[in-house]
């Protein structure tokens, strides 16, 4: 698809849209369900601090908003983060929780301190627009990829370019580094290129020509042994991360896929523009979960222990859902373990 054509749909999704009416509100409880209101046009981003305790929601009014969600049904705002100029595209925690990293149609990546949103640093990208970012195992590696068609990797703690990744041949879309410390792009030219940057050579290890369309989002099982890939050909595949080797296409999805990601016990939750789906790896059924979001969904997030996805919507809400049949929103989440790893 044409960049022109790709940047019209990224407007439209991205126009704004009239103000919220309030900070938050709650759906019937027996639906176990919250929304969280109050950004100016469509949510496009959204993940849960490696605690489980915040979550960052961002989108097309230029901010990213931090909320206290230890308590789901009363999730507070603790934070509006204002800087950027043009709708933000990408959000991500790094592992250790210190650093929230936005990506913005600006042309510019900010680093903010996690706790307390205060601005770290800002990343000029020289005119390249970042469509998704995604910080290293160690917490020391920002990657970056957007319309240049190559991957930068930056120094988390100074904002100083480290290295480019070359091979695809249109923008970067998706990024995911595995507990391993792989790191898998994906992008317009429907191919997906897996890195191992623990060898000296900066050449791909793995390149899967993997969808007949952009390849919109990628994440890696709680162990590192899969990985999963969505299209806006609306299929999901999973992947053998160390040779690439196509284990399974999940099909169902009406739209386009949009987001992906890992429960700890291997459940796949993929948001699409119908709706957001929850799959069984070991069979390719849908798993017929409570509470399944019943949207669209530009984005999705899984919290650590697994009990609730978050969606962010082309309604300028996001919304949190139980799964699982947890058993209430009002329910505070503890940390979650310190591994949690699956078979997957």
């Known amino acids: 698809m044409p960049l022109t054509a790709r940047l019209a749909l990224v407007v439209l999704l991205l126009a704004p849209a009239a103000a919220g009416q309030g900070l938050f509100s709650s759906e019937d409880l027996h639906e176990k369900r919250a929304v969280l209101s109050g950004h100016l046009g469509p949510v496009t981003a959204v993940a849960f601090?490696?605690?489980?305790?915040?979550l960052v929601t961002a989108g097309a009014d230029g901010t990213a908003r931090l909320w206290d969600v230890r308590v789901m049904d009363i999730p507070a705002l603790r934070k509006i983060l204002i800087g950027h100029r043009d709708g933000v595209y990408s959000a991500a925690y790094s592992?250790?929780?210190?650093?929230?990293?936005?990506?913005?149609?600006?042309?510019?990546?900010?680093?903010?301190?996690?706790?307390?949103?205060?601005?770290?640093?800002?990343?000029?990208?020289?005119?390249?627009?970042?469509?998704c970012v995604a910080f290293s195992t160690?917490?020391?590696?920002?990657?970056?990829?957007?319309s240049d068609s190559e991957v930068r990797l930056w120094d988390a703690a100074t904002g100083r370019q480290l290295h480019e990744l070359l091979g695809h041949k249109g923008s970067v879309y998706a990024l995911a580094y595995s507990k391993t410390g792989l790191l898998a792009s994906g992008g317009d030219d429907g191919r997906i290129l897996i890195?191992?940057?623990?060898?000296?050579?900066l050449a791909a290890a793995v390149s899967i020509p993997a969808h007949d369309a952009l390849v919109s989002a990628l994440a890696f099982s709680p162990g590192g042994r899969r990985l999963?890939?969505?299209?806006?050909?609306?299929?999901?595949?999973?992947?053998?991360?160390?040779d690439g080797r196509l284990l399974r296409v999940l099909r169902g999805h009406a739209g386009s896929v949009t987001s992906l990601a890992f429960l700890p016990d291997g459940t796949l939750v993929s948001g699409g523009l119908d709706k957001v789906r929850f799959w069984d790896l070991a069979t390719g059924a849908q798993k017929p979960l409570l509470n399944a979001p019943d949207d669209d969904a530009l984005a999705v997030a899984a919290s650590p222990d697994g009990l609730v996805v978050a969606s962010g919507n082309a309604d300028s809400t996001a919304r949190l859902y139980l799964v699982h049949g947890a058993a209430d929103l009002r329910t505070a989440h503890p940390p979650p373990p310190k591994e949690l790893f699956s078979p997957w």
Do not use: C, M, Q, Y
């Open 195 to 201: 890195w191992n940057l623990d060898r000296s050579t």
């Open 95 to 131: 592992p250790d929780g210190r650093l929230l990293a936005t990506a913005s149609l600006d042309k510019t990546l900010r680093v903010w301190r996690a706790r307390d949103g205060r601005p770290e640093r800002v990343v000029d990208l020289n005119g390249v627009l970042p469509f």
């Open 228 to 242: 999963a890939s969505g299209s806006w050909d609306r299929t999901v595949k999973i992947w053998r991360a160390a």
């Open 49 to 54: 601090s490696p605690d489980g305790r915040a």
């Open 138 to 146: 160690d917490s020391r590696v920002l990657a970056s990829g957007g």
